[in-house]
């Protein structure tokens, strides 16, 4: 498919949850889907995923990678890249990343504008955070999909802040 007309679905990978969106490509836009919760053992619900993946059958993938606000790798963000890589090897698409430096912290801001503060109350408040997260970054992909992270020199002194 050229690109301009391809269905994308978005990824912020955390160890207890992953947050999904889709995006159309054509139109520029991305929406929340789903979160998709991580086994007891810490690994991905592959099947869960693979069913998002059979349903919207997308061209690429993008995968959120957490930075420290310098731009240095975390522990995280080597945890998402593997996500990334294993994706590739499962489904066999395109695997894009995607800087996500404060992703989180801006869709909880967006969920407390839409709902107030009564969001954090909500029993998927969480879930929601995370599948916006998602959205949002497929949205900064969508916006310049050259702007891939490097994962350059290491902090693990950060390795969990990133949890979710």
Known sequence: MTRG????????????????????????TASPLATVA???????????????????????????????????????????????????ERFRLPVHTADERLSSVEAKYRLRAAEGRSAEDRVDYRDQVNMVAAQLILQTWL??????????????SADDRHQD
């Not at 978005?10 to 207890?16: E, K, P, Q, T």
């Not at 059979?54 to 061209?59: A, L």
């Not at 916006?143 to 693990?156: I, K, Q, V, Y």
């Open 5 to 28: 007309h391809r269905t994308l679905l978005g990824f912020d990978y955390g160890r207890r949850r992953i947050g999904v969106a889709v995006a159309q490509e054509l139109t520029g």
């Open 38 to 88: 991580t086994m007891q053992s810490g690994k991905p619900d592959w099947g869960a995923i693979e069913k998002l993946v059979q349903t919207w059958r997308p061209d690429a993938l993008v995968v959120g990678i957490p930075l420290n606000m310098d731009g240095t790798v975390q522990g995280m963000s080597r945890a998402a890249q593997r996500f990334a890589n294993q994706l590739h």
């Open 143 to 156: 916006t310049d999909p050259h702007n891939e992270p490097s994962l350059r020199a290491t902090d693990d």
